[in-house]
């Protein structure tokens, strides 16, 4: 699964590759938008924002899934492997904070790509990883991906969209079944 995470992430940049150009406009990010203002708008984030949240989900469901079994068999105590499943909630929270008080994330395709190559290599670690310190990395860089596609997913779900309501519900399909166990 872990690998199959990674390979979920080079489909997801194969989507940015592929991604159609705008032509003779490029959009720029910008901090805020002012009061009554808008952000520059792309509809293909919608689509990369789905299939990087489906990825970055999958990837955190398999790691809090398979990774206790394989940590208890390495001899880590069971306080230590709940601090270490603890790091992907602290890693979404951090992203969820900065992105909330940063701008320039709205549309940034660079940005999402570098989130998505944090998350493989935390995909990465878990494969190769031999320590505790490099499992304690995989989790929070695992978090770390898993918050930005999931704010971003979420809000190119609603941002000047029709059908909000559905779109949103399809970012949060990929949540559910996580969320119920």
């Not at 590759?17 to 910008?30: F, N, V």
């Not at 792309?42 to 398979?66: D, K």
């Amino acid at each position: 699964p872990y690998f199959l995470a990674v390979l979920m992430v080079f489909l997801v940049l194969l989507l940015f590759l592929l991604r159609p150009r705008e032509e003779g406009k490029r959009i720029k990010s910008s901090s805020r938008p002012e009061v009554g203002g808008k952000l520059p708008f792309s509809p293909a984030f919608i689509y990369v924002g789905w299939v990087a949240n489906f990825a970055s989900w999958f990837a955190i469901g398999s790691a809090e899934t398979l990774f206790p079994k394989l940590a208890l068999q390495l001899g880590i105590s069971k306080l230590f492997l709940g601090i270490l499943i603890s790091l992907i909630p602290l890693g979404q929270i951090i992203v969820f904070a900065w992105l909330r008080r940063g701008g320039g994330w709205h549309y940034n395709f660079r940005l999402l790509i570098i989130f998505q190559l944090l998350g493989a290599v935390g995909m990465a670690l878990f494969i190769v990883g031999a320590g505790v310190w490099s499992f304690a990395l995989a989790f929070l860089l695992t978090g770390f991906c898993g918050g930005m596609t999931y704010f971003s997913s979420l809000f190119y779900s609603l941002y000047r969209q029709k059908s909000k309501g559905r779109k949103s519900g399809f970012h949060e399909s990929f949540l559910g079944d996580r969320k119920s166990t």
